[in-house]
C-alpha cells in the first residue's frame, strides 16, 4: 500500500480511537429484573452442570440455570458473573461460526453490565451520564470477577469484529482491565499480565502496541502461573505471529501441549479448550510465517501426530472403564433373562411331548381315511 494511504489510515483511526473512547456499547447497567422465586432455578443446580462445562450442551443448561438463578436473586454475584464468564466460554471456546460468536460474546457483556450494576456506586455513575471508563474506578474487590470477564468479552468481541471496533473500545477494555489490575493483579492465573501482553501484541504501534513490552507482560503472567496454558497460545498467535518468529511460534504451542489440563485445579475445561487452539494453530503455520521452511512444517505434523496420539491413549482407559461398568449391567440382565427363557421352555414342553400323540392319532386315523376313501371309489 502507498505511504500516502498508510498514513491516512493511521490517522483515521487514531481519529476514531479517541472519538470512540467515550462511546458505550449498546447493552444497559441494570440489575436482573428479579422474578417470582417460587420460579427460580437453582445456583447448587447450574454450578453442577457447569463443571461438565467442556461439554456445549452442560454448558447450555448451565447457564439457562444461572439465568434462571439470576431471577430470583438479582444480586448474587456469584452467579452473576458465572453467567458474563460462561457466555464468554461459550463464545469462545465452542462457538465456532462468526456471527453466532459475536452474539454470544455480546450476551456477555450485556450480562457483565448487569453484573457490575449490582455495584450501586457504578450503577448511579453510569446513570447520572459518567462514562464507562470513569464508572469502573469506583468497583470494588467484589466486582473483580465481573469486571475481569467483562473486559474479556469486550477485547474479544471487538477483534471478531474488526480493526476499528477494536480501536473504539480500546479505551474500555484498557480502563477495566487496569481496575482488575489495581485490585486483583494475580486473577484468573495472572490475568492482567496475560492481558496487556495480548493487547501490546496485537495492536499496531500507534495505539500502543509493542512487541517487547509485550514479552514483558507474558513472562510476567507465565512467572506467576507457569502451568496455565493459554499464555503459550496467545504468545503463538498473537507475539510470534507478529515478530514473524516461527521458531518461538511452535515452541509455545509446544510448551501448550505439554502441559497437564488438570495442573491447575478447576480449571481442565478451559485448559482443553486452550489445547484445541494450539493444535489449530499448528495448521496455520505455512499461511502465517513466509519464511516457513520444510522443517518447521514437519515439526508442526510431528506435535500435532503426537498430541492426538496422546489423546487417544488417553481416551482408551476411560472406554475400556466404561465397557467394564457396563459389562455386570449386561450381565445381570442375562442373569435375570434367565429364569424367564427356562420357564418359557419349560411351558413349551408339555406341548413338545403332546406332538407323539398327536402323531400316533394321525397315523391311526390314516387306515380308515384310507378306506373310506377306497369305498368311495367302489360307489
Known amino acids: 500500500m502507498p505511504r500516502l494511504a498508510l498514513t491516512a489510515l493511521a490517522a483515521l483511526s487514531a481519529t476514531v480511537l479517541f472519538t470512540g473512547c467515550g462511546t458505550k456499547h449498546?447493552?444497559?447497567?441494570?440489575?436482573?429484573?428479579?422474578?417470582?422465586?417460587?420460579?427460580?432455578?437453582?445456583?447448587?443446580?447450574?454450578?453442577?452442570?457447569?463443571?461438565?462445562?467442556?461439554?456445549t450442551e452442560s454448558l447450555k443448561a448451565a447457564l439457562a440455570k444461572y439465568e434462571e438463578a439470576i431471577a430470583s436473586d438479582p444480586t448474587n454475584r456469584h452467579v452473576a458473573s458465572r453467567l458474563v464468564r460462561g457466555y464468554y466460554f461459550l463464545a469462545d471456546a465452542h462457538t465456532p461460526d462468526l456471527e453466532p460468536k459475536l452474539e454470544t460474546f455480546n450476551t456477555a457483556i450485556n450480562w457483565g453490565k448487569s453484573c457490575l450494576a449490582i455495584n450501586e456506586n457504578i450503577k448511579a455513575a453510569i446513570d447520572n451520564g459518567k462514562s464507562e471508563e470513569e464508572a469502573i474506578d469506583l468497583a470494588t474487590d467484589e466486582d473483580v470477577p465481573c469486571i475481569y470477564w467483562t473486559s474479556s468479552a469486550y477485547g474479544k468481541w471487538s477483534v471478531a469484529k474488526g480493526f476499528a471496533t477494536t480501536l473504539k473500545y480500546l479505551g474500555t477494555v484498557k480502563a477495566f482491565m487496569g481496575k482488575v489490575e489495581t485490585l486483583n493483579p494475580e486473577y484468573f492465573n495472572y490475568g492482567p499480565d496475560r492481558y496487556w501482553g495480548a493487547v501490546a501484541a496485537k495492536a499496531p504501534s500507534f495505539a500502543g502496541g509493542d512487541p517487547a513490552v509485550a514479552k514483558v507482560r507474558f513472562d510476567a503472567s507465565i512467572a506467576g502461573a507457569p502451568d496455565y496454558i493459554g499464555t503459550y497460545v496467545l504468545i503463538a498467535d498473537y507475539l510470534a505471529t507478529k515478530t514473524q518468529d516461527v521458531d518461538a511460534y511452535l515452541a509455545n504451542l509446544e510448551k501448550a501441549l505439554s502441559i497437564d489440563t488438570d495442573a491447575i485445579e478447576n480449571l481442565g475445561p478451559e485448559q482443553r479448550a486452550e489445547q484445541a487452539k494450539a493444535l489449530k494453530l499448528l495448521d496455520d503455520v505455512s499461511e502465517r510465517f513466509i519464511d516457513a521452511t520444510e522443517d518447521h512444517l514437519a515439526k508442526a505434523t510431528a506435535l500435532r501426530?503426537?498430541?492426538?496420539?496422546?489423546?487417544?491413549?488417553e481416551a482408551a482407559p476411560a472406554e475400556e472403564a466404561a465397557t467394564e461398568e457396563a459389562a455386570p449391567a449386561e450381565e445381570a440382565a442375562t442373569e435375570e433373562a434367565a429364569p424367564a427363557e427356562e420357564a418359557a421352555t419349560e411351558e413349551a414342553a408339555p406341548a413338545e411331548e403332546a406332538a407323539p400323540a398327536q402323531e400316533a392319532a394321525t397315523e391311526e386315523a390314516a387306515p380308515a381315511e384310507e378306506a373310506a376313501s377306497e369305498e368311495a371309489a367302489a360307489e
Open 305 to 313: 501426530d503426537a498430541a492426538n496420539q496422546a489423546a487417544t491413549e
Open 26 to 55: 449498546s447493552g444497559s447497567y441494570e440489575v436482573a429484573q428479579a422474578a417470582d422465586a417460587t420460579a427460580g432455578g437453582s445456583a447448587a443446580e447450574a454450578d453442577a452442570l457447569w463443571e461438565n462445562r467442556s461439554d
